[in-house]
């Protein structure tokens, strides 16, 4: 007897699905049963790599370049997709950056590159996306929902963050847009949410866990003790994605290990 994959028949975006937790979540969502379109901006060797992993097992789907700070770019990715596989279900907003800086010594090209990339790189995926969704309505064979978008925010969302004041606030402008979106829609049965990661171990943090030292001085951060792995966020992403939380809209899914709970109290403070 066959069981049906929680996410069959359906089309997923991943936008920065080259690296890090893109790439696990593209690999987690194509093991559900989606077919996934691989987003790269600059490495598309790293992306054919991510779409042969999943066709190796078993998966289908296609790599494409847009930089998400780009309009037309992105309006190009959405008529591919429509191209090929007729209509999109999942929007993963994962395409992101740091440039970090002093607030003091912040350029207006780090602070405007991170907003362009983090946040107006979001709302153009989720627009086009909406746009679809409204488009097609509800198709049961395949979802109980229009369509689904999944934000990835950051626990910064809500932690202030020292030297990043550009990322932790593109990151609370996620949290706002998402929570808005999802209002938006949820009459029309879109639903928005976020996943908000703590530390995962992927390249844009490869500085806070590659020697032993900076990997303790991280743990003090993590009640749970361990870094996060994208295979953390990937199943995530696939509940997130799936009818199984049909009724959530609106949240921001942490998976952090507990960093919000104030490690700094573990020990009575
Ligand atoms: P990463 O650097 O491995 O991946 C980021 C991806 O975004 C890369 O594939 C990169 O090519 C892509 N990208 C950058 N600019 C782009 C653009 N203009 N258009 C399209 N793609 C672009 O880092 P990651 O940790 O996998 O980050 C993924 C997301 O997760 C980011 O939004 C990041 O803010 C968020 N996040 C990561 C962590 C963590 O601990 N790793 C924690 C919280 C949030």
């Known amino acids: 007897m066959s069981t049906k994959k929680k996410l069959s028949g359906q089309?997923?975006?991943?936008?920065?699905?080259?690296?890090?937790?893109?790439?696990?979540?593209?690999?987690a969502l194509a093991q559900a049963g989606a077919a996934v379109v691989v987003n790269y901006s600059s490495s598309p060797d790293k992306a054919e790599a991510v779409l042969t992993d999943i066709k190796s097992n078993g998966g289908e789907g296609f790599t494409i370049r847009a930089d998400v700070s780009k309009e037309q770019d992105v309006l190009n990715m959405f008529a591919e997709t429509f191209k090929r596989?007729?209509?999109?279900?999942?929007?993963?907003?994962?395409?992101?950056?740091?440039?970090?800086?002093?607030?003091?010594?912040?350029?207006?090209?780090?602070?405007?590159?991170?907003?362009?990339?983090?946040?107006?790189?979001?709302?153009?995926?989720?627009?086009?996306?909406?746009?679809?969704?409204?488009?097609?309505?509800?198709?049961?064979?395949?979802?109980?929902?229009?369509?689904?978008i999944i934000c990835m925010s950051s626990v910064h969302e809500v932690i202030p963050w020292a030297g990043h004041?550009?990322?932790?606030?593109?990151?609370?402008?996620?949290?706002?847009?998402?929570?808005?979106?999802?209002?938006?829609?949820?009459?029309?049965?879109?639903?928005?949410?976020?996943?908000?990661?703590g530390a995962i171990r992927t390249p844009i943090n490869h500085a806070a866990?590659?020697?032993?030292?900076?990997?303790?001085n991280l743990l003090k951060l993590i009640p749970s003790k361990r870094i996060g792995e994208v295979e953390d966020i990937g199943r995530a992403a696939v509940?997130?994605?799936?009818?199984?939380?049909?009724?959530?809209?609106g949240i921001t899914l942490f998976v952090d290990g507990g960093m919000l709970l104030y490690p700094g109290f573990e020990d009575n403070g």
């Open 165 to 197: 004041a550009n990322y932790s606030a593109s990151k609370g402008g996620v949290m706002m847009l998402m929570k808005s979106i999802a209002q938006e829609y949820a009459p029309q049965k879109i639903r928005v949410n976020s996943i908000g990661p």
């Open 239 to 249: 509940w997130l994605a799936s009818d199984d939380s049909e009724y959530v809209n």
């Open 11 to 27: 089309v997923a975006i991943v936008t920065g699905a080259s690296s890090g937790i893109g790439a696990g979540v593209a690999k």
């Open 85 to 148: 596989y007729k209509t999109v279900d999942i929007l993963i907003n994962n395409a992101g950056l740091q440039k970090d800086s002093k607030f003091h010594e912040m350029t207006l090209e780090e602070w405007n590159r991170v907003m362009d990339i983090n946040l107006t790189g979001q709302f153009l995926c989720a627009r086009e996306a909406i746009k679809e969704f409204l488009r097609r309505g509800i198709d049961e064979t395949k979802s109980l929902s229009a369509g689904k």
């Open 209 to 216: 866990w590659q020697t032993p030292a900076a990997y303790n």
